[in-house]
């Protein structure tokens, strides 16, 4: 683990609970003496368990060990059962510059041949202007539960532009106020034009920050054959799985509103959260679509069912853990970057030191060869990211200044920015992306930073050759990360 959690003692047990009202007022503690949340126990929930959109009985359904179901859709019926699920409507651009109009219809919605499909829509009117719809349903007062497993199996849609997502959100947003105070889980999102990797995220705070894990398939894709993605939501702790393996956890996260205390853990995570499908178009992450996409069956998001399990108790007594940061120690020569002459052909897919992506279109390759790394670009996909080379754990001390250094040259002319970043911490630049001209020889760069943000242990430096005219291959050398003072 990258970051080592240890408990505070000095925090109070006593936690607010998800009632408690919060807007931009500090209610502070209630004062409850309540620390432990009970469930309904496994013979009461199978007699309330709703099975009114399904005909699968709770007996057919292999409930996790310690768990008992809550409520559960298997999508067996004709329709979409609105009892249970809520169609939203929202126009295009609503969030995140999407391009999608979210319709509450059945066009865009619908039950088919026991699966929730959510089928996004192209149209050109005569005049050649381009529209999307798409569809996106909650169970928002419906179905909103504190702390459980949220379990569904999806097989996601393919294609440039393209963000399908099984997330939650809490039943009173207002609660610890508008997002992202209010908090947010992300379950399941997988980009339609990389559908082996799967990102698991929560959002939370004032500023906005995220901690995100990912799950990347060693063979096929999300988009090939179902999946269950599943996150065990528990008071100071949040799981993700997929298909039963635990790949992220966290427990650091807080909620505050500038000038006002900090509310007590693990608020805005202890509060009922209901869950959502939708499948968005466009936008700042995945980028819109392009030619290759198409809006045909490939393009719909196919969920086999959505399954809630609670335990029988869950124990709220729990402590505000204490993020103790671990920072990477320079070589010999004072540089915090290693592998720094490409010395070792290590494995470029992996999180340790260089890893090579390519992401939103992106296809290209990357080889370490006689103390280099050659990045060769086929496609330069729709981001600056899109083809990207990186090595996280640079250790960011506040009230330090670093010289960041490196040399490369292009086998044509072209452009690349190089940058480093924060992927903890909202993605914050301590180096603004910066764009350098190279040429057919070698060139040294160089770059000061003065570090004014809080003290980070996973900087990343990167360099991103995507979105660019020219393809041409690239090459890089000697890339250094040193304190001067």
């Known amino acids: 683990m990258r970051k080592r959690i240890l408990c505070m003692t000095l925090i109070s047990a006593m936690i607010l609970s998800g009632l408690t009202a919060c807007g931009s007022k500090d209610t502070g503690n209630t004062g409850a003496d309540t620390t432990e949340t009970e469930t309904a126990s496994a013979e009461d929930a199978a007699e309330s368990v709703d099975t009114s959109a399904t005909d699968v009985s709770e007996d057919e359904i292999e409930i996790p060990d310690g768990y008992h179901l809550v409520w559960h859709d298997e ?67 419906k179905h909103d539960v504190k702390y459980g497993r949220f379990e569904a199996r999806i097989k996601f849609p ?36 990389s559908t082996t990797m799967n990102y698991g995220t929560v959002h939370y705070g004032e500023p906005h920050k995220q901690n995100q894990g990912t799950y ?10 179902y999946h269950v993605f599943a996150v ?80 029988e108790s869950y124990d709220e007594n729990v402590e505000k853990p204490e993020v103790v940061l671990e920072l990477r120690e320079p070589d010999e020569t004072g540089n915090y970057v290693y592998n720094v002459d490409f010395a070792e052909a290590e494995d470029l897919t992996d999180d340790t030191n260089w890893k090579f992506l390519q992401l939103n279109g992106g296809k290209g390759a990357a080889e370490i060869k006689d103390n280099e790394i050659i990045i060769t670009t086929e496609e330069a996909g729709s981001e600056e990211y899109s083809i990207q080379l990186v090595q996280p754990e640079m250790p960011m001390v506040q009230g330090s200044k670093y010289k960041f250094t490196f040399e490369a040259y292009a086998e044509e002319d072209r452009t690349m920015k190089t940058a480093i970043t924060a992927p903890d911490e909202n993605w914050i630049r301590y180096l603004d992306d910066t764009e350098v001209e190279l040429t057919g020889d070698w060139q040294t760069f160089e770059f000061d930073i003065d570090m004014k943000d809080e003290t980070d242990d996973n900087g990343r430096v990167e360099f991103n050759m995507g979105k660019t005219d020219s393809t041409a291959t690239i090459h890089i050398r000697n890339v250094r990360l040193e304190v001067v003072e």
């Open 75 to 141: 999508f067996n019926g004709t329709e979409l059962n609105e009892d249970d699920w809520n169609r939203e409507e929202h126009k295009a651009g609503w969030v995140n510059n999407e391009l999608q109009e979210y319709i509450p219809s059945d066009e865009y919605a619908f039950v088919k041949d026991g699966e929730l499909v959510i089928q996004p829509v192209k149209t050109e009117d005569e005049n050649g202007n381009v529209s999307y719809a798409s569809g996106r349903v909650n169970t928002q007062n």
């Open 216 to 225: 990347t398939l060693s063979e096929g894709s999300f988009s090939e054959d």
């Open 158 to 193: 393919e294609g440039k532009g393209f963000l399908p997502a099984f997330w939650m959100m809490p039943q009173d947003e207002d609660n610890y106020g508008q997002w992202p105070k209010c908090g947010e889980i992300d379950i399941a999102e997988v980009l339609g034009d």
């Open 232 to 311: 065990d939501y528990e008071p100071g702790i949040i799981k993700w799985y997929v298909d039963g393996e635990q790949y992220y956890e966290t427990s650091d996260w807080f909620s505050k509103w500038p000038g006002a205390k900090e509310k007590p853990y693990p608020a805005p995570f202890d509060q009922p959260f209901h869950v959502i499908l939708n499948v968005a178009v466009g936008g700042d992450w995945p980028g819109d679509p392009d030619e290759t996409t198409v809006f045909d069956d490939r393009a719909a998001m196919k969920v086999d069912y959505v399954r809630i399990y609670q335990k």
